[in-house]
């Protein structure tokens, strides 16, 4: 197992990316929305996660924590399975990962 980070900058405002074009299984995800995003929030989840205001919206917003907007995510999950939405284009998350042990320790 070891820690991983990385962030992702969505390019196009409204269009669903994967956190990561890596495929990397993991036992935890932390992904915690930029401090300077234009748009008060990220929106994290599956392809077809949509930032919005209401009812059209899907996927979990990042939740206010001590300050910081985060969403925790259980495993195992491929980052490549978690996808982001943003408000604002150039608006992004940054996040933490361990990954999976193949061997299970």
Do not use: H
Request: proline share 4%; charged share 15%; aromatic share 6%.
């Amino acid at each position: 197992m070891a820690l991983i980070d990385g962030l992702k900058i969505v390019a196009a405002a409204g269009t669903a990316e994967p956190l990561s074009a890596t495929s990397t299984v993991c036992d935890w995800v932390i992904v915690t929305a930029f401090e300077d995003n234009t748009s008060p929030t990220a929106m994290v989840g599956a392809s077809t996660v949509v930032y919005a205001v209401g009812v059209t919206a899907r996927g979990v917003p990042a939740m206010e924590i001590a300050g910081t907007k985060q969403c925790r995510i259980d495993g195992p999950v491929n980052l490549t399975e978690i996808y982001v939405d943003v408000g604002t284009n150039g608006d992004g998350v940054y996040y933490i990962a361990r990954t999976t042990n193949a061997f299970g320790g």
